[in-house]
C-alpha cells in the first residue's frame, strides 16, 4: 500500500529538511510513499495547522512547527 | 458563498489518544532527579568564579591587575555562567512550551474580552512556540477563530520581542535589573499596541481572503496529551536547537564585552548614541527596523555600543526594533494585512519602543 506523505509549509528551511526526513525514513522503512509539498496558504489552513513546517500522513497531521528526525518519522509512518 | 473544493487527500479527524492518567501519575518520578539535577547546577554555577580566577592568574599566569588579565578572566567567566544560564532556562521554557501549542492559547484566547485578552496574549506570546516564518498561519488560526484583532496583535508582538534569550543575555551580561526592564516593558508595548489597534477597529483592514470559508476538520496535531518523557523531551531538544544555534554568537559577544571589559573604552559612540543626544532613540529604531537578526546575534553589537559609550536605552530600543519588527516580517505579513494596517502596526510597535529607550535612558 501506497502512503501519502504531505509535507506543509510556505517554502522555508525547514520545510525542505522535514521532506528531506520524511523520504529518508520511508525508504529506510522501505514502505511505498507518495510525497507530495504543500505551499499554498489556504490548503495549509484547511488542516487546521498554525505552526509549519507540518508532517501529515494520509491525511491526518502527525507533527507540526518541529523537525523530527529520520527515527521518529518512521514511527509516525508505520 | 465560496465554495472550497474537496479531495479524497484532505483532513481527516484524528483519534486522540488520552495519556492524561499517565501524565499525571508520572511526573512525580522526575522530581528527585530534578532536584538533584538543579543543586549539581548550582554547585557547577556557584564555582565557576573561583575557576576563572585560578585559570587566569594560576594555569596561564597573567599578572593580576592587567588588562589582559582581567579580559581573560572575564572571559573565562562569563561564558561558561552564560551559558549554563542559557540552558537552564531554555530548558524550562522548553517544558513550559510543551503546555502552550498555538491550539490550546488560541482557545484560551477566543472569546476574551479586550483588556483582559491583550494582558493574556502578550503573557502567551512569551510561552508559545513560535517563529515568524509561521505568522499568517497563525494570524488567520487565531482570527477566525474569533480572537479579536488587537489580542491577536499583541501576542504577534509579543512572541519574537520578550524573548528568552534575549532575557538570559541581559541578565548574565548587565544584571538583573536590566533583563527585568526588558521583560516588563517588552510586555508592556506587546498589550498597548494591541489594545490600541483593538480600539482602531481596523478589522476591514485585513485582506478579504483571511475570511473565506475553509472546510474545517483538520486537528493540527497539536491536541495530544503528551506524558512527561515526551514534555523533558521537548526541552532537551529546544535546548540542543536553540543552545546550538546561538552558542556562537553568546561567546562572540562576551568576547567583544571581554575586550571592552579589559581595555578602556573610548567614547566617541556618546556623542551620537549617548543619554544628550535625544534623536538618537528614534534614530536606533529607524536603524533597527529593517535590520533582522535574532537576539542571540545582536548582543555582540548591542557590547560593542554600550562599550563605547551609547546609552542603554537607545541600545535597547535598537535590539528591540532589531528582534521585534523587521522587513522580512512585514513583507510577510502584508499577505494579510491591508498597507494602512501594516503601517499602523509597525508604527504603534516603534512608538512603543521608542518610549521604553527614553525610559531607560532616563532611569539609568
Redesign the interface.
Known amino acids: 500500500m501506497t502512503i501519502k506523505i504531505q509535507i506543509l509549509g510556505t517554502g522555508c528551511p525547514k520545510c525542505k529538511k522535514l521532506a528531506e526526513n520524511a523520504a529518508a525514513a520511508a525508504q529506510a522503512a522501505g514502505i511505498a510513499y507518495e510525497l507530495e509539498k504543500v505551499t499554498d496558504i489556504n490548503r495549509i489552513l484547511e488542516f487546521d495547522v498554525m505552526l509549519t513546517p507540518a508532517l501529515v500522513v494520509n491525511g491526518v497531521v502527525k507533527t507540526a512547527g518541529k523537525i523530527p528526525s529520520i527515527d521518529e518519522i518512521k514511527a509516525l509512518l508505520a | 458563498m465560496n465554495t ?1 473544493k474537496q479531495s479524497a ?4 479527524a ?1 483519534t486522540k489518544p488520552s495519556g492524561d492518567t499517565a501524565a499525571a501519575s508520572d511526573w512525580r518520578r522526575y522530581v528527585p532527579w530534578g532536584i538533584a539535577g538543579l543543586v549539581v547546577w548550582w554547585l557547577l554555577y556557584r564555582s565557576l568564579a573561583p575557576f576563572a580566577a585560578w585559570v587566569t592568574y594560576t594555569l596561564l599566569p597573567l599578572p593580576r591587575g592587567s588588562r589582559l588579565g582581567a579580559a581573560v578572566e572575564f572571559f573565562v567567566y562569563d561564558s561558561p555562567k552564560v551559558l549554563m544560564l542559557l540552558t537552564l532556562v531554555v530548558f524550562g521554557v522548553g517544558i513550559i512550551r510543551s503546555f502552550f ?3 490550546r492559547t ?1 482557545q484560551i484566547l477566543s472569546g476574551k474580552s479586550e483588556s483582559v485578552g491583550n494582558v493574556l496574549a502578550a503573557l502567551l506570546g512569551t510561552v508559545t ?3 515568524s ?2 505568522a ?3 494570524f ?3 482570527v477566525t477563530a474569533g480572537v479579536p484583532l488587537g489580542v491577536t496583535f499583541s501576542f504577534l508582538v509579543s512572541a519574537p520581542m520578550v524573548n528568552e534569550v534575549a532575557l538570559v543575555l541581559l541578565f548574565g551580561l548587565f544584571g538583573w535589573k536590566v533583563a527585568g526592564l526588558y521583560l516588563v516593558t517588552g510586555l508592556l508595548i506587546a498589550m498597548v499596541s494591541g489594545w490600541v489597534i483593538g480600539r482602531l477597529h481596523m478589522e476591514k483592514h485585513i485582506e478579504d ?1 483571511v475570511f ?1 470559508p ?9 491536541e495530544e496529551t503528551l506524558a512527561w518523557p515526551a514534555r523533558l523531551r521537548y526541552g532537551v ?1 529546544a535546548v540542543k536547537d536553540i543552545v546550538g544555534r546561538v552558542w556562537l554568537y553568546v561567546l562572540l559577544g562576551i568576547a567583544v564585552g571581554a575586550g571592552i571589559h579589559g581595555y578602556v573604552p573610548e567614547n566617541f559612540m556618546a556623542a551620537i548614541m549617548g543619554k544628550d543626544a535625544w534623536w538618537s532613540v528614534p534614530l536606533a529604531v529607524l536603524l533597527g527596523v529593517p535590520m533582522y537578526s535574532n537576539a542571540a546575534g545582536i548582543i555582540p553589537i548591542v557590547q560593542a555600543l554600550l562599550g563605547k559609550g551609547a546609552a542603554l536605552g537607545t541600545v535597547l530600543a535598537f535590539m528591540m526594533a532589531v528582534i521585534g519588527l523587521s522587513l522580512p516580517e512585514a513583507i510577510i505579513l502584508r ?1 494579510v494585512l491591508k498597507p494602512r494596517l501594516l503601517v499602523v502596526f509597525f508604527g504603534i510597535v516603534a512608538a512603543g519602543i521608542m518610549t521604553v529607550g527614553y525610559l531607560f535612558n532616563w532611569i539609568f
Request: charged content about 20%; overall charge positive; aromatic content about 8%.
Open positions: 472550497v487527500d484532505g483532513p481527516q484524528q501549542t498555538p491550539a488560541r512556540p513560535f517563529c516564518c509561521s499568517v498561519p497563525l488567520i488560526g487565531f481572503w473565506q475553509r472546510r474545517g476538520g483538520g486537528t493540527g496535531g497539536e531538544d499577505k
